[in-house]
Nanobody
Framework: QLQLVESGGGLVQPGGSLRLSCAASGFTLDYYRIGWFRQAPGKEREGVSC???????NYADSVKGRFTISRDNAKNTVYLQMNNLKPEDTAIYYC??????????????????WGQGTQVTVSS
Protein backbone atom coordinates (compact mmCIF):
# COMPACT_ATOMS: atom_id res chain seq x y z
CA GLN A 1 0.00 0.00 0.00
CA LEU A 2 1.40 3.34 -1.09
CA GLN A 3 1.87 5.59 1.92
CA LEU A 4 3.60 8.86 2.78
CA VAL A 5 4.18 9.83 6.40
CA GLU A 6 5.32 13.28 7.44
CA SER A 7 7.08 13.93 10.75
CA GLY A 8 9.20 16.56 12.45
CA GLY A 9 6.65 19.29 13.01
CA GLY A 10 6.22 21.09 16.30
CA LEU A 11 6.26 24.39 18.11
CA VAL A 12 9.27 26.63 17.55
CA GLN A 13 10.10 30.25 18.31
CA PRO A 14 10.60 32.77 15.52
CA GLY A 15 14.08 32.42 14.11
CA GLY A 16 14.23 28.75 15.01
CA SER A 17 14.62 25.67 12.83
CA LEU A 18 12.83 22.42 12.14
CA ARG A 19 13.50 19.52 9.80
CA LEU A 20 10.50 17.78 8.33
CA SER A 21 10.70 14.25 6.98
CA CYS A 22 8.52 12.54 4.40
CA ALA A 23 8.95 8.79 4.51
CA ALA A 24 7.50 6.58 1.79
CA SER A 25 6.42 2.98 2.14
CA GLY A 26 4.99 0.56 -0.39
CA PHE A 27 6.80 2.22 -3.29
CA THR A 28 10.17 3.69 -4.24
CA LEU A 29 10.57 7.45 -4.26
CA ASP A 30 13.35 7.28 -6.88
CA TYR A 31 10.86 7.52 -9.74
CA TYR A 32 8.87 10.44 -8.43
CA ARG A 33 9.20 14.13 -7.92
CA ILE A 34 8.22 15.14 -4.38
CA GLY A 35 6.60 18.34 -3.26
CA TRP A 36 6.17 19.97 0.12
CA PHE A 37 3.03 22.00 0.60
CA ARG A 38 1.38 23.86 3.44
CA GLN A 39 -2.04 25.03 4.41
CA ALA A 40 -2.72 27.67 7.02
CA PRO A 41 -6.17 28.11 8.60
CA GLY A 42 -8.52 29.86 6.20
CA LYS A 43 -6.03 29.75 3.35
CA GLU A 44 -5.58 27.61 0.27
CA ARG A 45 -2.93 24.93 0.13
CA GLU A 46 0.25 26.32 -1.42
CA GLY A 47 3.44 24.87 -2.80
CA VAL A 48 6.53 25.33 -0.65
CA SER A 49 9.21 23.35 -2.44
CA CYS A 50 9.75 20.57 -4.94
CA UNK A 51 12.56 18.16 -5.75
CA UNK A 52 12.70 16.30 -9.03
CA UNK A 53 13.84 12.75 -9.75
CA UNK A 54 17.34 14.02 -10.49
CA UNK A 55 17.31 16.35 -7.46
CA UNK A 56 16.63 19.64 -9.19
CA UNK A 57 14.82 21.89 -6.75
CA ASN A 58 12.42 24.78 -6.72
CA TYR A 59 11.01 26.96 -3.94
CA ALA A 60 8.23 29.39 -3.30
CA ASP A 61 9.54 32.95 -3.13
CA SER A 62 8.41 33.22 0.50
CA VAL A 63 10.84 30.49 1.63
CA LYS A 64 13.82 30.94 -0.70
CA GLY A 65 17.04 31.21 1.24
CA ARG A 66 15.45 29.77 4.38
CA PHE A 67 14.19 26.30 3.41
CA THR A 68 16.15 23.48 1.79
CA ILE A 69 14.63 20.35 0.28
CA SER A 70 16.67 17.17 -0.13
CA ARG A 71 16.12 13.51 -0.80
CA ASP A 72 17.78 10.33 0.42
CA ASN A 73 16.69 7.59 -1.93
CA ALA A 74 18.48 4.94 0.14
CA LYS A 75 16.19 5.85 3.05
CA ASN A 76 13.21 6.45 0.77
CA THR A 77 12.77 9.80 2.47
CA VAL A 78 12.58 13.46 1.51
CA TYR A 79 13.46 16.23 3.94
CA LEU A 80 12.59 19.88 4.32
CA GLN A 81 15.07 21.83 6.41
CA MET A 82 13.41 25.02 7.61
CA ASN A 83 15.58 27.76 9.09
CA ASN A 84 14.81 31.28 10.31
CA LEU A 85 11.17 30.36 10.75
CA LYS A 86 8.59 33.12 10.87
CA PRO A 87 5.08 33.21 12.35
CA GLU A 88 3.68 33.25 8.82
CA ASP A 89 5.22 29.81 8.25
CA THR A 90 2.67 28.38 10.68
CA ALA A 91 0.61 25.75 8.84
CA ILE A 92 0.05 22.07 8.34
CA TYR A 93 2.81 20.79 6.08
CA TYR A 94 2.17 17.98 3.61
CA CYS A 95 4.33 16.02 1.21
CA UNK A 96 3.04 14.56 -2.02
CA UNK A 97 4.32 12.67 -5.04
CA UNK A 98 3.91 13.02 -8.77
CA UNK A 99 5.35 11.24 -11.78
CA UNK A 100 6.20 14.48 -13.57
CA UNK A 101 9.79 15.19 -14.47
CA UNK A 102 10.69 18.67 -13.33
CA UNK A 103 9.71 21.16 -10.66
CA UNK A 104 9.09 24.29 -12.67
CA UNK A 105 5.37 23.96 -11.98
CA UNK A 106 4.54 22.38 -8.64
CA UNK A 107 0.99 23.42 -8.04
CA UNK A 108 -0.78 21.19 -5.51
CA UNK A 109 -3.35 20.12 -8.13
CA UNK A 110 -0.61 18.29 -10.05
CA UNK A 111 0.26 15.95 -7.18
CA UNK A 112 -1.79 12.85 -6.55
CA UNK A 113 -0.58 10.99 -3.47
CA TRP A 114 -0.54 12.85 -0.19
CA GLY A 115 0.49 12.27 3.39
CA GLN A 116 -1.64 13.25 6.40
CA GLY A 117 0.42 16.30 7.28
CA THR A 118 2.42 17.58 10.24
CA GLN A 119 1.69 20.77 12.17
CA VAL A 120 4.30 23.52 12.30
CA THR A 121 3.65 26.38 14.69
CA VAL A 122 5.99 29.36 14.90
CA SER A 123 5.23 31.46 17.94
CA SER A 124 6.93 33.12 20.86
Amino acid sequence: QLQLVESGGGLVQPGGSLRLSCAASGFTLDYYRIGWFRQAPGKEREGVSCISRNSNTNYADSVKGRFTISRDNAKNTVYLQMNNLKPEDTAIYYCATDTGRGCRDFRPSLFGSWGQGTQVTVSS
